[in-house]
């Protein structure tokens, strides 16, 4: 089984992201347990700067936090496949 790529990334609240994977699954993740790691963007317009790094396998942000695809699965609360339009 290989490592799902980033597709597509969203930040609903501070602290959560839901990711779009190559895998057909949409992942929504509470990723507030990083928040003492030094990097973690300090607010809620800080935690929108975030994209998928160049290979797709991790989340970057503005503030150099970073994480990886399989961190943000693991912290998954919640998963539902991804609909493909026709």
């Known amino acids: 089984m290989t490592t799902p790529v980033i ?17 057909g699954v949409r992942y929504h993740a509470d990723l507030s347990s990083f928040a003492r790691v030094y990097c973690y963007p ?17 989340l970057i942000w503005a503030s150099r936090f970073e994480v990886h695809v399989d961190q943000v699965i693991g912290l998954a609360e919640r998963t539902e496949p991804i609909e493909r339009s026709a």
């Open 7 to 23: 597709l597509r990334v969203d930040t609903p609240a501070y602290g959560r992201v839901v990711v779009e994977a190559s895998d």
């Open 42 to 58: 300090p607010d809620p317009a800080a935690w929108s700067q975030v994209s998928p790094d160049s290979y797709g396998l991790g």
